[in-house]
């Protein structure tokens, strides 16, 4: 059964940094495409960020791109989210999500039909 936690959300002020962390169960990243997504209230699911783990490309979006910092440890089975210089607009609620296949190569991707397990989500609010 393919399951993730996130956890390391958290209320911070601008300018600051918190790390995310997906924990994965059920099945090991190699292959699998892990996105980063978040949904602020009354806005539309956002992807953030993913990463292949198995030769590590990664791939951001415009809107954090030089700010966040996406990597995988996969002895933990674990992605994890970076994020630094947060602003009041990353506020949201962010979701780990894995590709609905097993690739050979990364797809980059941040089209959330692409993912079919998600996580319960963990709240990042960034305010003074």
């Known amino acids: 059964q393919v399951q993730f936690v996130e956890s390391g959300g958290g209320l911070v002020q601008p300018g600051g940094s918190l790390r995310l962390s997906c924990a994965a169960s059920?099945?090991?990243?190699?292959?699998?495409?892990i996105a980063w997504f978040r949904q602020a209230p009354g806005k539309e699911r956002e992807g953030v960020s993913c990463?292949?783990?198995?030769?590590?490309?990664?791939y951001y979006a415009d809107s954090v791109k030089g700010r966040f910092t996406v990597s995988t440890d996969n002895a933990k089975n674990t992605v994890y989210l970076q994020m630094n210089s947060l602003k009041p607009e990353d506020t949201a609620v962010y979701f780990c999500?894995?590709?609905?296949?097993?690739?050979?190569?990364?797809?980059?991707?941040?089209?959330?039909?692409?993912?079919?397990?998600w996580g319960q989500g963990t709240q990042v609010t960034v305010s003074s």
């Open positions: 059920g099945f090991m990243l190699d292959y699998y495409t």
């Open positions: 999500a894995r590709s609905n296949l097993a690739m050979l190569g990364f797809t980059p991707t941040l089209d959330p039909r692409e993912y079919k397990y």
């Open positions: 990463i292949f783990s198995t030769d590590g490309s990664t």
